[in-house]
């Protein structure tokens, strides 16, 4: 049905590499919202949208009844300072008629397995039905997603709902981000938190109650945990581990957790009607934006839900969308373009939730964090090109990539249920049916299976376990990766030659991030530039900090030159933060240079949690006086393994494998030509670009891990032109004494 489109001048090529101008958009946005705030203010009565939860209460008394049923006396204060549309809202929802069954069931089970339907309540009503139970009397009631923004903006909903301040009661806490309080009774964490904080507290004993959300997301922090917690929970039988799941794996998780009880919330679905694209698109891109536009002119009313892969891609649509819909102007209907994704601040994030106005359609495209993780409800149309971004592993050069891929037929069909929520709906594939038949696989692989596990086993190791075979997973991890992720521990030091971990790893261990970065940090404490060091590790821990509007491209990119240093890239950051520190941290400083405040304040955030953690661990804050050989000898002890050679006029190979690998160009190193680089990651785009690039002296290579390069035979350290080669290293050679030790188990399994 879906009719081939046009193909338009936008490619995915000229999506590539482009900084787009969301708060240039941002700003549209909420001119618009402001205009659209003002009519629903007059116009609140018959707003189509307004949650359908308010209308089954005819008067106050109703409310005040229901209310009161499901509350117990002790915190009626509360009560009083909510107001009850919420409380409505929340008796709504499917999950309220389940609330006596699921704490009891809590009570009776120490393990538990919810399933239900995405909006059915899980996330936001199951922790406080515990709380106003009781559980929280004999610890914090924990709640753990997959990514970040829904930590947050499950935090900040339920603190509404109970009526406090977000951090007081409800709170969250995130890397680098604590809001929470001593009071706090309900915590909702990343995963990842949650798998740091067991690593100093393996019973978890300030928790009575841990909700494993978004299970079937299996993260590898979520695929931990449950071996984790599973082991916390042995040894105290107060304990209560929840998993909840939105597909039906259910049987999977019940059997891992010793067959404990499945329990299904109902759900509120409607039929939703599947177009498929007749034939394969090549420009995703286009066929989204016209499908969209052809809902906003044909069809009826609700809102539209749009799922693309990043926020680049997010940015450009919502971006030439509103271009289209300006020249149409009053001619169509007022459409709405939100976008979702997890780098938004959470202010613009917020409005999505927000009920549409009358005589107006709400657009959202949002990444994968629509599938499952946050609920929108008014959405009648979904629009599926199919992709997503997926973290892989590639262990042949050592690192990870971001890949647009193909989603699983279970991700497609979880869009497509997104449409079904208020009343019947639409989903728009903009695939054939035999590309869903054929050749999407029927479930995602869990994390585990595809991504780097250094960090992961680096904390298991810490946590003293050393026989990783026999580890439960659920789904164990294939063995070239755990054998990769040893060795890359190895070569970092953290672990010695009998795979035991190393006092240097012990201490990476301590820090919530890549052990290359560790690493470099660390070393920065022995060598007297921690407090340059952490400046660059946390201005590259934030997102882009350089603004680059596309109407002043050039200006931004002048303004931006003169930060550049000469040798590079991390320099150059540390330049941007230091100027912007003299500046007094100002504004204005950004404002005038096309920076980012709010990633810079970010960082600056991230900064002062390192040196909090240095602090703790009693490792030196000192500053070299910008001594840029010892900064940059200092990266190469934790990224020599990313160091490339030039090879040509353009073109470099890395060292380690000889991949051909391309400076970026945005890169201050760009065009310029020094031999040896290294470099923080790789970006796969038109070609292999390495990204984060900084001009080194190749004998630091040698220096820093000399059980990794050697100077190639013949020629001496002190000629210029030293050629650096890998040492087939140790690991390889000696494999067989101390990979035995952990890897012999799997041996004998295979
Ligand atoms: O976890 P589950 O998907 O089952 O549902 P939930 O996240 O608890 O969402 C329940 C309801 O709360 C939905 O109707 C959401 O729209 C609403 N909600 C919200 O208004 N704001 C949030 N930040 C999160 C949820
Ligand atoms: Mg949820």
New binding site residues.
């Given amino acids: 049905k879906l009719t081939k489109v046009p193909q338009g001048s936008l490619t995915r090529t000229a999506l590539s590499g482009s900084n787009l101008m969301s708060e240039h958009r941002a700003e549209k946005i909420q001119k618009s919202k402001e205009v659209e705030n003002e009519r629903r203010k007059h116009n609140l009565v018959d707003d189509p949208s307004s ?1 359908q939860s308010d209308l089954n209460y005819k008067n106050k008394q109703d409310c005040l009844s229901a209310w009161e049923r499901s509350r117990n006396k002790e915190n009626i204060e509360y009560g009083k300072r909510t107001s009850l549309p919420i409380q409505a ?1 929340r008796e709504s ?3 309220f008629k389940m609330r006596d069954l699921l704490v009891d069931a809590i009570r009776d089970n120490q393990f538990l397995v919810i399933v ?11 922790t406080q039905y515990l709380d106003e139970e009781g559980f929280s009397k004999n610890g914090i009631i924990g709640c753990t997603q997959p990514r970040r923004v ?1 930590a947050i ?2 935090a ?3 603190a ?1 709902e109970v009526g406090c301040r977000l951090g007081e009661d409800v709170g969250y806490t995130i890397r680098f981000e604590n809001e929470t309080s001593n009071r706090t009774r309900i915590k909702y964490m990343t995963d990842g938190m949650l798998q740091q904080e067991v690593l100093v507290d393996p019973l978890m004993s300030k928790y009575s109650v841990i909700l494993l ?2 299970a079937h997301e299996r993260t590898i922090a979520t695929d931990v945990l449950f071996a984790l917690l599973k082991g916390a929970a042995a040894r105290r039988p107060d304990l209560r581990i929840i998993v ?1 799941s ?1 597909t039906l794996d259910a049987e999977k998780f019940s059997a891992y957790f010793f067959n404990c009880p499945v329990l299904k ?1 109902p759900g509120r679905t409607f039929p939703v009607e599947v177009l498929y694209s007749q034939s394969p698109q090549l420009d995703y891109i286009e066929t989204t934006l016209d499908t969209v536009m052809e809902i906003h002119i044909n069809e009826g009313r609700g809102d539209i839900l749009v799922f693309l892969t990043g926020q680049e891609e997010i940015d450009t649509c919502c971006e030439v969308l509103y271009e289209r819909v300006k020249t149409l102007g009053d001619t169509i209907q007022e459409l709405l373009i939100l976008p979702v994704y997890s780098a938004l601040p959470s202010e613009v994030q ?1 409005k999505i ?1 927000e009920p549409t106005p009358p005589n107006c359609r709400k657009v959202i495209f949002a990444t994968n964090i629509a599938e ?6 008014g959405i009648f149309y979904v629009v599926d090109p199919g992709f997503s971004k997926v973290n892989t592993y590639n262990p042949r050069m050592g690192m990870e990539q971001l890949i647009i891929s193909p989603i699983s037929q279970a991700q497609a069909n979880q869009r497509k249920g997104r449409a079904g ?1 208020t009343g019947a709906g639409k989903c728009y594939r903009l695939y054939t049916e035999s590309a869903f038949l054929n050749e999407m696989m029927p479930n995602t692989i869990p994390e585990i299976q595809r991504q780097n596990l250094s960090y992961t086993i680096l904390m298991l190791k810490a946590m003293g376990i050393n026989d990783l075979l026999n580890f439960e997973f659920m789904d164990p991890p294939p063995r070239v990766s755990m054998v990769g992720a040893l060795e890359d521990l190895y070569n970092l030091q953290a672990l010695d030659e009998e795979g035991k971990l190393s006092k240097l790893g012990a201490l990476m261990s301590q820090f919530p991030m890549e052990p290359a970065l560790s690493k470099a940090l660390i070393a920065s404490t022995s060598r007297g530039c921690s407090d340059e060091l952490s400046t660059i590790i946390s201005m590259l821990s934030v997102q882009s900090v350089f603004y680059r509007p596309r109407d002043k491209q050039q200006e931004a990119d002048n303004k931006k030159a003169r930060f550049h240093h000469p040798y590079g890239d991390h320099l150059t950051l540390l330049n941007v933060y230091n100027r912007w520190r003299d500046d007094n941290f100002s504004k204005t400083f950004c404002v005038n240079n096309y920076l980012h405040e709010r990633h810079l304040k970010r960082a600056k955030d991230v900064k002062l949690q390192l040196v909090g953690l240095f602090k703790k661990l009693r490792l030196s804050i000192s500053n070299s006086s910008g001594d840029v050989d010892v900064i940059r000898s200092t990266l190469v002890s934790g990224f020599f393994r990313n160091a490339a050679k030039r090879e040509s006029q353009t073109g470099y190979k890395t060292i380690s494998d000889g991949t051909s690998v391309a400076v970026h160009p945005s890169s201050s190193l760009f065009g310029k030509d020094y031999d040896y680089v290294i470099y923080h990651s790789l970006v796969l785009t038109t070609r292999e670009y390495m990204s984060f690039v900084t001009a080194i002296d190749p004998r630091w290579l040698v220096e820093s891990a000399p059980h990794y390069y050697k100077v190639s035979d013949g020629e001496s350290e002190s000629r210029k032109k030293a050629k650096i080669v890998p040492l087939h290293n140790k690991f390889s050679q000696n494999q067989d004494s101390w990979r035995l030790s952990s890897l012999r188990q799997t041996k004998e399994k295979a």
Avoid at 116 to 126: A, F
């Fill in positions: 949650r809202q929802l499917p999950v239900g339907e995405t909006g059915s309540g899980k996330t936001t009503q199951i829904a903006s499950v900040k909903r339920v509404e959300d978004e909840t939105a919330i917020s939730f499952t993780s946050i609920t929108i409800d929520r």
